[in-house]
């Protein structure tokens, strides 16, 4: 009985015994569980953590190799059209009892300073889009107008090479549309001019467009441009929207302007195919969504050179060339101009004049001792009776939308770019003379 008695319990503590362990070991495999899981989730965590990190190293390796692609490029076509107005300069210095070859060098020095211009304005283009800068106006424009115009623009390159470009408007029952023209005539100019460039003599370009679809107040246009030239391998097809490719090596392009075309063609929401035949011709084909408009288109009159005779201009400038010019350019057209070589002298120069002694500033940015922003923060914090009022117009290479930004902060009231464009400065000049 005390046997059995004994038994009993010792039974009960056995499975109470194993229902212990049995429940230990379940929570242990429980815990365990839920830690492989939390491992797991860290590993996977560590592991996404390492993937984004790789992703930024091969980022910030790609930046750094584009980089460095683009300033041996850029290097590149920047020194062969200064290589050739060196060249040019040279040869004309030599040579100045020849006129005809003085004169034939100065074209050519034109032509490089032009192409080298162009390349820094298309670098300039790309450096905008690239950072998300460049925004798209809406204004009224006529789009026979504007096709008008690019085959005029493009006219003198196909008149030498005895291109016929013949313009061909289908079907554009909304000829008025809203959108950005600038942007537009940048697209169609920078294809038609490669048409005609890659196009032998006695080549044709043909320029259609119209009106493919239209729903509620939108249009889409469609522009097909095509050309009897060299035509575009299949390999480099691929690749021709890329900055800088080029395909047949031509000293007066930069590989920019396919690059940019499409950058602007993808920003107005539109597509761009091209089709080509080798020793054929290409075919390219753009489409872009417009604004339909009834408002009344404003034309832009010409209007004759305003009048600055007598005006005073202090202008700051530190090199010597470009004062040269501004300064003969200013007084051909009877303004009084004073000149300062870097911000202090300038500064000083204002302060120490008398009210109505200096009607307006010509200020360069960069400049030794003390540059054009110093120098106008001094001004405007000067005692001078004009600090606040006397506008103070950067001129300067400094082109980048940051820069025209620091200009306003410093307290300049306009931000010309060099080169300067005659027809800008005297536009501005004349907004605040009879203002
Ligand atoms: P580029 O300033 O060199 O003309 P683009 O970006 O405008 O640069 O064009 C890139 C390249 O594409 C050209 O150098 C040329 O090789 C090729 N290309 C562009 N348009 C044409 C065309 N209509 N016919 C033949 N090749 C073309």
Not at 39 to 51: D, F, G, Q, S, Y
Not at 276 to 303: M, N, R, Y
């Amino acid at each position: 009985m005390s046997k059995k008695l004994k038994r009993t319990p010792s039974k009960q503590g056995n499975y109470f015994c194993m229902g212990i362990i049995i429940l230990l070991l379940s929570s242990l495999l429980g815990i365990f569980i839920f830690q492989i899981k939390n491992i797991k989730k860290l590993l996977k965590k560590k592991e996404t953590r390492n993937a984004a990190l790789l992703k930024e190293v091969q980022k910030v390796n790609m930046a750094n190799e584009a980089t460095r692609n683009f300033l041996s490029l850029t290097s590149h076509d920047i020194r062969t059209p200064i290589n050739g107005i060196m060249g040019m300069t040279e040869i004309a210095v030599k040579n100045l009892n020849n006129t005809d070859k003085v004169l034939g060098c100065l074209k050519k020095i034109n032509d490089s300073s032009n192409h080298l211009l162009s390349l820094i304005n298309n670098i300039l283009d790309m450096e905008k889009i690239e950072s998300g800068k460049i925004t798209l106006k809406q204004n009224p424009f006529d789009i026979e107008e504007l096709i008008h115009n690019c085959i005029t623009i493009v006219g003198g390159q196909s008149i030498q090479k005895n291109i016929t470009i013949i313009k061909k408007t289908g079907y554009l029952p909304h000829p008025r549309l809203m959108g950005d023209e600038l942007h537009l005539r940048q697209i169609l100019i920078n294809i038609l001019g490669n048409a005609v460039k890659f196009t032998p003599e006695h080549g044709t370009v043909t320029l259609k467009v119209y009106e493919e679809n239209c729903s509620g107040r939108k249009a889409l246009l469609r522009f097909e441009i095509e050309d009897t030239g060299i035509g575009i391998r299949k390999e480099f097809l691929e690749k021709i929207f890329e900055p800088f490719a080029q395909d047949v090596h031509n000293q007066e392009g930069t590989g920019l302007g396919m690059a940019i075309t499409k950058q602007f063609v993808d920003l107005m929401g539109g597509t761009i195919q091209i089709k080509s035949k080798l020793g054929k011709g290409s075919l390219f084909t753009v489409t872009i969504p417009f604004e339909i408009t009834h408002a009344v288109i404003e034309k832009a009159e010409k209007i004759s050179e305003p009048d600055l005779s007598g005006m005073k201009i202090l202008l700051v400038e530190d090199n010597d060339l470009n004062l040269e010019i501004t300064q003969e350019l200013l007084t051909e057209r009877g303004i009084f101009v004073t000149t300062a070589k870097n911000g202090k002298e300038a500064a000083d120069i204002f302060i120490r004049s008398k009210e109505g002694e200096i009607d307006l500033i010509l200020m360069d940015i960069i400049m030794p001792i003390m540059d054009g922003l110093e120098a106008a923060r001094s001004i405007r914090s000067s005692n001078h009776p004009m600090a606040s009022k006397i506008p103070i117009i950067a001129m300067t290479g400094n082109a980048f939308s940051e820069d025209a930004e620091k200009s306003k902060k410093a307290g300049m009231n306009a931000h010309l770019i060099k080169p300067i464009e005659t027809e800008k400065l005297i536009e501005t000049l004349a907004q605040f003379w009879f203002a």
